[in-house]
């Protein structure tokens, strides 16, 4: 019998080892692109046409819940932020890639089919199973010429396990940059053919009305464009297909210019208004901090699923400079490389998800790592919350933090944690930060699984 269940978990095991790289082809263009650094490229992740678990994606949301449906674009930001990262660290000698306008080159994802994978097969076979999948195409555009500089299918890329979508989501766009990287690097040019048929993206119609959009997509699959070449000598045949605008907002929707109010009225009316119950805004701690940085106890936990994660910047100091001063500095005076004349805007309606997202996942990650099926969310509400009181960055992004436990609906707080957190070493300044944030929730979530184990 042992001999048996031994042999399943090692199948078990060479089946998801073998599943992460997934099937990436190489269908057109011109491969020199990816190896050459003097270019940076915007990325778009394209969920139009997306089939989410067998169904459009919208629907598949709408049918799992509220909270899906307002989570998938900060999630796509956090996912996607995560794909920019471990693409320009895996090809740090070739072309780097941004979410912002660039030279004129755009890397497209068309998303076509995803699954995000399942936490009890996580956490009961392991060995990566349960990561999430997706399938699509990417192109990569200059100056928007329908003509792609290169065309790249991509069939069953997987990551591996986690316990929360979010984790899961998030490594399968790691993998996905990595397994990129390294397939592109190992095809051999000479047997890729010029590309010849232009692609109609919705990209290119941004600014064209709600109407239907008819697109070119010349990938039905590697085997067809084979088949094609084969036939047709350097011909592809074009597929049509209807594009329809996004249902949810894209990662990189612009959104009504925000400001971040000064006095503590406003700040409270400015985030209740986002749905934070105001006795969490409000919450102090008064419990008087031990030697080892904390005090209280979290006993009362014992059975919660989820708890509601706020992080409170309104005192914090960024680098010696107050939240206003910080945010005007951003504005007009930081290096080419920080500086966004739009930063106010984007710090509430990108930033600070992003930021919240970054320790969420690590805290998650410690406390599946010890089999406590709680975990953190940005969803407000829930009985218990976690404020975090973030009290300094420097320059690296290190920072501290006091992290609150609070009973949300009265606000008293019943265990306190003051923590000091590593940033980063080189990269944007809001990349510091993120890492920074990573670095706490990594702490908060050890912290907390030692008090609840």
Same mark, same amino acid.
């Given at each position: 019998? @042992?001999?048996?269940?031994?042999?399943?978990?090692?199948?078990?095991?060479?089946?998801s $080892? +073998?599943?992460?790289?997934?099937?990436?082809t190489v269908i057109?263009?011109?491969?020199?692109?990816?190896?050459?650094?003097?270019?940076?490229? @915007?990325?778009v992740f394209?969920?139009t046409d997306?089939?989410?678990?067998?169904?459009?994606y /919208?629907e598949h949301?709408?049918? @799992?819940?509220?909270?899906f449906?307002?989570?998938?674009?900060?999630?796509?930001?956090?996912?996607e932020?995560y794909?920019?990262?471990?693409?320009? =660290?895996d090809? =740090?000698? !070739?072309?780097?890639?941004?979410?912002?306008?660039n030279n *004129?080159?755009m890397?497209y994802?068309?998303?076509?089919?995803?699954?995000?994978?399942?936490g009890?097969? +996580? /956490?009961?076979?392991g060995?990566?199973?349960?990561?999430?999948?997706?399938?699509?195409?990417?192109?990569?555009?200059?100056?928007?010429?329908?003509?792609?500089?290169? %065309?790249?299918?991509?069939?069953? &890329?997987t990551g591996?396990?986690?316990?929360t979508?979010?984790v899961?989501?998030?490594?399968?766009y790691? #993998?996905l940059?990595?397994?990129?990287?390294k397939?592109?690097?190992?095809?051999? =040019?000479s047997k890729?053919?010029?590309?010849?048929?232009?692609? &109609?993206?919705?990209a290119?119609n /941004?600014?064209s009305s709600?109407?239907?959009?008819?697109?070119?997509?010349?990938?039905?699959?590697?085997?067809?464009?084979?088949?094609s070449?084969?036939?047709?000598?350097?011909q592809?045949?074009?597929?049509?297909?209807?594009?329809?605008?996004?249902?949810?907002?894209?990662?990189n929707?612009?959104v009504?210019?925000?400001?971040?109010?000064?006095?503590?009225?406003?700040?409270?009316?400015?985030?209740?208004?986002k749905?934070?119950p105001?006795?969490?805004?409000?919450a102090e701690?008064?419990?008087?901090?031990g030697?080892? *940085?904390?005090?209280?106890n979290?006993?009362e936990?014992a059975?919660?699923?989820?708890i509601?994660?706020?992080?409170?910047y309104?005192?914090?100091i960024?680098?010696n400079?107050?939240?206003?001063?910080?945010?005007e500095?951003?504005?007009?005076?930081?290096?080419?490389?920080?500086r966004?004349?739009?930063?106010r805007?984007?710090?509430?309606?990108?930033?600070?998800? %992003?930021?919240?997202?970054a320790?969420?996942?690590?805290?998650?990650?410690k406390?599946?790592?010890?089999?406590?099926?709680v975990?953190?969310?940005?969803?407000?509400?829930?009985?218990?919350s $976690? =404020?975090v009181?973030?009290?300094?960055?420097d320059?690296d !992004?290190n920072?501290?933090?006091?992290?609150? $436990?609070?009973? %949300?609906?009265?606000?008293?707080?019943?265990a306190?944690?003051?923590? #000091?957190?590593?940033?980063?070493?080189?990269?944007?300044?809001?990349?510091?930060?993120?890492?920074?944030l990573?670095?706490?929730?990594?702490?908060?979530g050890?912290w907390?699984?030692?008090?609840?184990?």
């Amino acid at each position: 019998m @042992k001999s048996k269940v031994l042999a399943i978990l090692f199948a078990l095991l060479l089946v998801s $080892v +073998s599943s992460f790289a997934g099937n990436i082809t190489v269908i057109s263009g011109d491969l020199s692109v990816v190896s050459n650094r003097s270019i940076t490229a @915007k990325v778009v992740f394209d969920y139009t046409d997306l089939i989410l678990e067998g169904k459009p994606y /919208m629907e598949h949301l709408q049918s @799992k819940g509220h909270d899906f449906v307002r989570d998938w674009p900060m999630e796509s930001v956090a996912s996607e932020t995560y794909f920019i990262k471990c693409w320009n =660290k895996d090809n =740090k000698d !070739g072309m780097q890639i941004s979410s912002t306008e660039n030279n *004129g080159y755009m890397m497209y994802f068309h998303v076509k089919k995803m699954h995000m994978g399942s936490g009890a097969a +996580s /956490m009961l076979v392991g060995f990566g199973a349960g990561g999430a999948s997706m399938s699509g195409v990417m192109y990569i555009f200059k100056d928007m010429n329908p003509i792609p500089v290169l %065309t790249v299918e991509i069939n069953d &890329q997987t990551g591996r396990s986690g316990m929360t979508e979010l984790v899961r989501r998030t490594d399968l766009y790691g #993998e996905l940059a990595e397994d990129l990287v390294k397939s592109i690097m190992k095809t051999n =040019k000479s047997k890729v053919r010029p590309s010849t048929t232009p692609v &109609q993206v919705p990209a290119f119609n /941004m600014a064209s009305s709600e109407a239907p959009v008819q697109t070119v997509a010349p990938v039905a699959s590697a085997s067809a464009a084979s088949a094609s070449v084969q036939q047709n000598g350097a011909q592809e045949v074009p597929v049509q297909q209807t594009v329809y605008p996004a249902e949810a907002p894209a990662a990189n929707t612009t959104v009504q210019a925000v400001q971040v109010p000064q006095n503590s009225q406003t700040f409270e009316t400015f985030e209740q208004a986002k749905g934070v119950p105001a006795t969490l805004i409000n919450a102090e701690s008064h419990l008087e901090l031990g030697r080892k *940085g904390d005090a209280g106890n979290v006993d009362e936990l014992a059975g919660e699923k989820r708890i509601s994660l706020y992080i409170d910047y309104r005192d914090a100091i960024f680098d010696n400079k107050g939240l206003e001063d910080f945010i005007e500095y951003m504005e007009s005076a930081a290096d080419d490389r920080d500086r966004d004349p739009n930063f106010r805007n984007n710090w509430e309606s990108k930033h600070k998800n %992003t930021l919240a997202l970054a320790f969420i996942e690590e805290a998650n990650g410690k406390l599946s790592n010890k089999d406590l099926y709680v975990t953190l969310t940005t969803k407000q509400g829930c009985k218990y919350s $976690v =404020k975090v009181v973030v009290a300094k960055f420097d320059d690296d !992004g290190n920072n501290v933090c006091d992290c609150l $436990v609070v009973r %949300t609906e009265t606000g008293d707080v019943i265990a306190h944690y003051r923590l #000091e957190a590593k940033g980063g070493k080189f990269g944007e300044y809001i990349g510091l930060l993120e890492q920074g944030l990573a670095s706490a929730g990594e702490a908060f979530g050890e912290w907390l699984a030692d008090e609840l184990d």
